[in-house]
């Protein structure tokens, strides 16, 4: 994949990241400060309440629909809660009868600097900021000539309590959450960031494995199509020639034409598989029956070659498998062992039963893979030999279908270093 487009593909990824914990951490702090801020002043909250039942009760408060002969003193039900009356010029209403020049002189600034307020007729308690603390207030209308402070008839009253301790403490509980926002941003970036490098990487995997496949299936599907094309030309410009004449040409053709069935083929069984298109169908198998038919085959070529095949098959018991998927893989790691190795070559098939797993084990004496390679080997359109050497063919593709059969049956497939020399692929099925 172009650098460029790597870039671009990452700066977005980190971008809506960031974005998505910014829109996570800023909900969840803001639900977290508002359930804190309702608690902390829910005990206030329920003392001004107090105070204004006692109030309806008693009948003073314009909505109250008790009839009062006479004004009443104002007297507050909690220890909490206090009453600021006012007249009906909005003024404060103090007691007059103070002696205390430093009790009048306060109570003089108070009446000057507090008047109330409309808005303060309000069905919820607000919080305001009062002669330099801070109150939970609401405000309430008195009955004409219903209530009483001081001797003075109050048309209006605050019913408030002091919360400054409170408000100080959530000036504090803002900070922490104000920094601990600050901190998880921080972490939410190097996240962010983290996470949308792990993304880039199955994209660029995907990407390098899809430019792998057009190279190799461009080589593949020119190469048999030239010959193909080339014979078909040659046989054209000889119309006289009998089907003897042109037998050579006609079998080259035609073992091009198994070898873009073979590679269609494998395709279309690994886009299957990662479709979920396949379904494995397992049966009751007799082993040594199943892997001996199998095996036949290879037996009879590899003489012919001078090479070796020989089965080993310790199962008692029958086992689940899907039969025609596990031919197809046997087929493979076969086909594989006899082209990688030389003439007096061996290849042991053996099965068996460990742990309540059935292990099926394909080794060969021939080449070996080295360790980079067996880190890739399963990968599709992987190929060691990335000349395209067509002695070895292949595209690439045999060991990513193996690889799936196994997995398809919940099981794992390894490969090993043999002892002396050569690969051993190791099957694991659970029983």
Do not use: C
Request: no cysteine; hydrophobic share 40%; aromatic share 8%.
């Amino acid at each position: 994949m172009p650098s460029i487009i790597n870039k671009k593909q990452q700066v977005r990824g980190f971008i809506w990241l960031l974005a998505s914990f910014f829109v996570i951490f800023s909900i969840l702090a803001s639900v977290i400060f508002l359930s804190y801020t309702r608690t902390v002043f829910q005990s206030a909250d329920n003392a001004i309440n107090e105070a204004i039942r006692l109030y309806d009760n008693q009948g003073l408060l314009s909505t109250s629909d008790n009839n009062v002969k006479k004004s009443q003193p104002i007297v507050s039900s909690s220890t909490r809660a206090d009453t600021w009356s006012f007249d009906k010029n909005g003024k404060l209403i103090v007691d007059t009868s103070v002696t205390d020049p430093r009790q009048k002189a306060m109570q003089k600034a108070l009446q000057a600097t507090v008047k109330f307020k409309k808005s303060t007729l309000t069905d919820k308690a607000e919080t305001y900021k009062i002669a330099g603390n801070y109150y939970r207030v609401i405000g309430v209308k008195f009955k004409k000539n219903a209530a009483k402070s001081y001797d003075t008839i109050a048309a209006n009253g605050l019913i408030m309590v002091n919360v400054t301790d409170t408000m100080i403490n959530l000036a504090h509980f803002k900070k922490v959450l104000f920094w601990s926002f600050g901190l998880f941003g921080l972490l939410a970036v190097l996240v962010s960031y983290i996470i949308s490098r792990f993304n880039m990487r199955p994209i660029l995997k995907s990407w390098q494995q899809q430019q792998d496949f057009v190279n190799n299936a461009a080589h593949e599907l020119r190469t048999p199509m030239a010959v193909i094309q080339g014979k078909l030309e040659n046989m054209l410009m000889k119309p006289e020639s009998t089907v003897r004449d042109q037998s050579n040409a006609i079998i080259l053709s035609l073992s091009e034409v198994r070898r873009l069935t073979s590679l269609t083929n494998n395709m279309l069984t690994l886009a299957k598989s990662g479709s979920n298109m396949t379904k494995i169908e397992k049966k009751a198998t007799n082993v040594s029956e199943f892997l001996g038919e199998i095996i036949a085959p290879y037996e009879e070529m590899a003489q012919f070659d001078g090479k070796k095949v020989t089965l080993n098959v310790d199962v008692d018991q029958e086992v689940f498998i899907d039969q025609k998927r596990i031919h197809q893989l046997l087929v493979l790691l076969l086909d594989n062992a006899l082209k990688y190795s030389d003439e007096g070559a061996l290849v042991s098939v053996k099965a068996g039963i460990e742990k309540k797993k059935f292990i099926l084990s394909v080794a060969d004496t021939g080449r070996g893979i080295s360790d980079e390679a067996k880190k890739h080997v399963f990968d599709r359109f992987y190929r060691e030999d990335k000349t395209g050497n067509r002695e070895t063919g292949g595209t690439g593709l045999g060991l990513s279908i193996a690889e799936w059969v196994v997995q398809a049956h919940g099981g794992k497939i390894t490969v090993l270093d043999n002892t002396p020399q050569g690969t051993i692929f190791r099957i694991a099925l659970p029983l």
